[in-house]
């Protein structure tokens, strides 16, 4: 009887690729979507229901809200 030693892991042609990183979208899609900064300063929540997105935090606010009003029309709701 003749042993054999099998591979613990494939050789490198034959290991499957690494999954490219999935883009997550920030308006709602049926899901909750929420970024925001660690220290909750900055950030962004999509919700489903409403299909709304809320902006907070005043640096991200004046960075992008120029854009979000051409992209998504008037705000429904602001607060200053």
Same mark, same amino acid.
């Given at each position: 009887? *003749?042993?054999?030693?099998?591979?613990? $892991?494939?050789?490198?042609? $034959? $290991?499957?690729?690494?999954?490219?990183?999935?883009?997550?979208? @920030?308006?709602?899609?049926?899901?909750?979507?929420?970024?925001?900064?660690?220290?909750?300063?900055?950030?962004?929540?999509? @919700?489903?229901?409403?299909?709304?997105?809320?902006?907070?935090?005043?640096?991200?606010?004046?960075?992008? *809200?120029?854009?979000?009003? *051409?992209?998504?029309?008037?705000?429904?709701? @602001?607060?200053?």
């Amino acid at each position: 009887m *003749e042993s054999r030693r099998l591979p613990l $892991r494939p050789p490198p042609h $034959r $290991r499957p690729r690494p999954a490219a990183p999935t883009r997550q979208g @920030h308006l709602p899609n049926g899901d909750y979507y929420l970024h925001i900064t660690e220290d909750l300063r900055l950030g962004t929540f999509g @919700h489903p229901w409403e299909q709304t997105l809320t902006v907070w935090g005043p640096t991200l606010l004046a960075a992008v *809200e120029a854009d979000l009003a *051409e992209l998504l029309g008037t705000p429904i709701r @602001h607060r200053e």
